[in-house]
């Protein structure tokens, strides 16, 4: 099972070099919010924060809470992670993870 997580986190780009994804612990994240339904912000109890542009519009993610679908560990990573709307079932992925600096939120 450890291997095939270390094989999910590291993403083999064209010149065979390995960039690691970034991965969120699920216990260390405060509080997450969409604005408009194509974005995620995810607060960290650290007080760090991270901006997330889903895969895909997930409009009633604006309007419900949601439910990660996690599979392995308590670890919510960028571009093959999920979520599901918990009143209308609408599931989204997400993007990649950007750090956002005290100024923009």
Not at 25 to 41: E, F, M, V, Y
Not at 54 to 72: E, M, P, Y
Not at 76 to 83: G, K, P, V
């Amino acid at each position: 099972m450890r291997s095939l997580c270390i094989f999910l986190l590291l993403i083999v780009s064209t010149t065979g070099s390995a960039i690691a994804a970034i991965c969120l612990r699920n216990q260390d994240i405060k509080s997450t919010t969409s604005p408009d339904g194509k974005t995620l912000i995810v607060r960290m109890r650290d007080g760090k924060v991270w901006q997330n542009r889903l895969q895909g519009a997930c409009s009633d993610l604006r309007f419900n809470g949601f439910v990660w679908v996690i599979h392995g560990p308590e670890e919510i990573c960028e571009h093959t992670q999920t979520l599901r709307v918990l009143q209308s079932g609408q599931t989204c992925v997400l993007g990649k993870f950007i750090p956002m600096k005290s100024g923009d939120y």
